[in-house]
Antibody
């Protein structure tokens, strides 16, 4: 069974750093792109970026380029989303998502990680 | 503002049919497959339709998808109260972000 299991909720202060994770299981982790999606409170889905764990090829949405860093450790089948200096506006639910090869639709989603940034 | 345009909301009575549109351009919908996602309140999204009109295993045939030119449509027949959710289209984009979602449509089953 394919599963994407994300790390737990985080409460941080503005200016702090954060790295959240997404562990894949039940499939060949290095053979599928993993993306990250932001959902701010009461808002829609925003696609942030994507990584191919097989070779660490990474692409970002222009809206998130330079704001976050996506990485992966294929030895432990885990993808990461990282901030170096959080802002209150980073408060959101973050989902990891597996993009299927070919037409790249998201066929599996993580359960979400709620990040709250507040002073 | 999303690259893919969806109506903010649609509504219909139980048992009726509803369609949700998703409008894009030649850099996204016009030259790539469209997928659709259902997000029930408080849950992660779920894949409903991929490759414009294919359903994953377990998705009832009440849900259908189509594409024409730079627009796509999700259809839901035999509406149930359990279908109340937010629906998003998504596709690859060759000019901007590699992947884009529509702004989402809230379905209310009256």
């Amino acid at each position: 069974e394919v599963q994407l299991v994300q790390s737990g909720a985080e409460v941080k202060k503005p200016g702090e750093s954060l790295k959240i994770s997404c562990k894949g299981s039940g499939y060949s982790f290095t053979s599928y792109w993993i993306g990250w999606v932001r959902q701010m409170p009461g808002k829609g889905l925003e696609w942030m970026g994507i990584i191919y764990p097989g070779d660490s090829d990474t692409r970002y949405s222009p809206s998130f380029q330079g704001q976050v860093t996506i990485s992966a450790d294929k030895s432990i089948s885990t993808a990461y989303l990282q901030w170096s200096s959080l802002k209150a506006s980073d408060t959101a639910m973050y989902y990891c998502a597996r993009h299927r090869g070919g037409s790249y639709e998201v066929d599996y989603w993580g359960q979400g990680t709620l990040v709250t940034v507040s002073s | 503002q999303s690259v893919l345009t969806q109506p903010p909301s649609v509504s219909a009575a139980p048992g009726q049919k509803v369609t949700i549109s998703c409008s894009g351009s030649s850099s996204n919908i016009g030259n790539n497959y469209v997928s659709w996602y259902q997000q029930l309140p408080g849950t992660a999204p779920k894949l409903l339709i991929y490759d414009n009109n294919k359903r994953p295993s377990g998705i009832p045939d009440r849900f259908s998808g189509s594409k024409s030119g730079t627009s796509a449509t999700l259809g839901i027949t035999g509406l149930q109260t359990g279908d109340e959710a937010d629906y998003y289209c998504g596709t690859w984009d060759s000019s901007l972000s590699p992947w884009v979602f529509g702004g989402g449509t809230k379905l209310t089953v009256l």
